[in-house]
C-alpha cells in the first residue's frame, strides 16, 4: 500500500512539473586556434605554470591566477582587485572561462587576440607592473628557460611568452552547467529556474543583449549602472566618440552567479540587486541605453529569473 502510495504521489509530482523543451541558444561553438598558436598541451601546461606564478610582475607579489582564481570561475570575489603595491584601478576582474570564444578583449573591445590581451595586465601599472623586456629577461635568469627551450625549442621571447599564457587562457572552457545539461536532454533544472527563463527570452527581454551558448552577443552599450564619474569612460577612450562614452561590452552571463560582485566597476555586490536594477529600469541618466526601461516584474518573477542565472 505504501508502494502504491508514493508511486502515485510521484506522478502527480510530474504532472504538476513544467514540461521542459530545451531553449534556442544556436550553435555550441568550436574552439579556434591562431596558426601561430595551434593548440598544443606541452604549450598550454607551460603556459598555466606561467598564469599561477608571480615571478610575471614587477615585484614577484601576484600573478594572473591572483585575480583570476579557479575556485571562483577564475574571477574573485573583489569589486576591484589591487595590483602591486596596492594600487587598483576602476575595473572589476572578469571570468576566464570560455574567453578563447571571444572575439576581442577588454571591456572596451580594444584588443583584437588573446594573445595581445595577455600583455594588457603585465603592463598595466594598476596590476602587474612590469616591463617586458625585463619580464623577459627574469624568465630567461630563471629555470622557465629550460622549460622554454623545451617546449619551443628556443629561450624565452616575447613571442613565445604571450602564445604559452594564451594557449593555456583557451582551455578554460566549461559547458557542464544545468543550462547545458538540459540542452542536452540530459537533466532538467528547476522549474523555478526554468519559468525564470522563460522570464529571460521573454518578458524581461535579457536576450536582446545576453543571447547565444556564451549569453553575450559582444555589442556594446551602458545598461543603466550608475555612474561613477571616475576617468573610465568605456569605449569612449578606444574610440574618441562620444557615442560611445560609458559603454562596456556586454559580458558573458555563464558562471555569473560564481563571480559577484558585478558590473565594469564591480559596484553591485549580489545577483538579486543586479536584477532589481534592471527591473526599476536602471538609474535614468543621460548615457543609458534605451533599450533599458522598467520590467514590471513581481518579487517571484525576480526569484524565478534569479534561479535561471544560477544555471547558466
Do not use: W
Not at 596596492?86 to 571570468?95: H, Q
Request: with cysteine.
Amino acid at each position: 500500500m505504501l508502494r502504491r502510495f508514493k508511486i502515485l504521489f510521484f506522478a502527480i509530482f510530474l504532472s504538476c512539473s513544467t514540461e521542459q523543451v530545451p531553449f534556442d541558444l544556436g550553435v555550441y561553438p568550436n574552439m579556434e586556434y591562431p596558426v601561430d598558436n595551434p593548440e598544443n598541451s606541452q604549450v598550454a601546461a607551460l603556459g598555466e605554470a606561467l598564469f599561477f606564478d608571480p615571478i610575471l610582475s614587477i615585484d614577484s607579489s601576484i600573478s594572473c591566477g591572483s585575480c583570476h582564481k579557479p575556485e571562483h570561475a577564475f574571477a574573485d570575489h573583489l569589486a576591484i582587485t589591487p595590483g602591486v603595491n596596492g594600487v587598483t584601478s576602476t575595473r572589476n576582474s572578469p571570468t576566464l572561462l570560455n574567453v578563447g570564444y571571444h572575439p576581442y578583449f577588454m571591456r572596451e573591445g580594444g584588443v583584437p587576440s588573446l594573445e595581445m590581451q595577455v600583455l594588457v595586465p603585465l603592463q598595466e601599472e594598476t596590476e602587474m607592473h612590469h616591463d617586458l623586456v625585463d619580464a623577459v629577461a627574469r624568465l630567461n635568469d630563471s629555470p622557465y628557460k629550460n622549460q622554454f627551450l623545451q617546449t619551443f625549442g628556443d629561450t624565452v621571447a616575447s613571442f613565445n611568452l604571450v602564445r604559452a599564457l594564451a594557449n593555456y587562457e583557451r582551455t578554460l572552457i566549461d559547458f557542464s552547467r544545468p543550462i547545458d545539461l538540459l540542452q542536452l536532454d540530459a537533466k532538467p533544472i528547476s522549474d523555478q529556474g526554468y519559468k525564470g527563463g522563460q522570464l529571460f527570452f521573454d518578458k524581461a527581454g535579457c536576450a536582446q543583449c545576453h543571447n547565444g551558448p556564451l549569453f553575450t552577443d559582444f555589442s556594446f552599450a551602458n545598461n543603466g549602472t550608475p555612474l561613477n564619474f571616475t576617468q573610465d569612460i568605456g569605449k569612449e577612450r578606444l574610440t574618441n566618440e562620444e557615442s560611445d562614452r560609458y559603454t562596456f561590452m556586454v559580458p558573458s552571463l555563464r558562471h555569473v552567479a560564481l563571480t559577484p560582485p558585478y558590473m565594469h566597476d564591480g559596484s553591485i555586490l549580489t545577483l538579486q540587486e543586479v536584477i532589481e536594477q534592471y527591473n526599476a529600469g536602471g538609474e535614468g541618466h543621460a548615457y543609458q541605453d534605451a533599450r533599458i526601461e522598467p520590467l514590471g516584474l513581481s518579487k517571484k518573477e525576480c526569484d524565478q529569473l534569479l534561479a535561471f542565472l544560477e544555471a547558466l
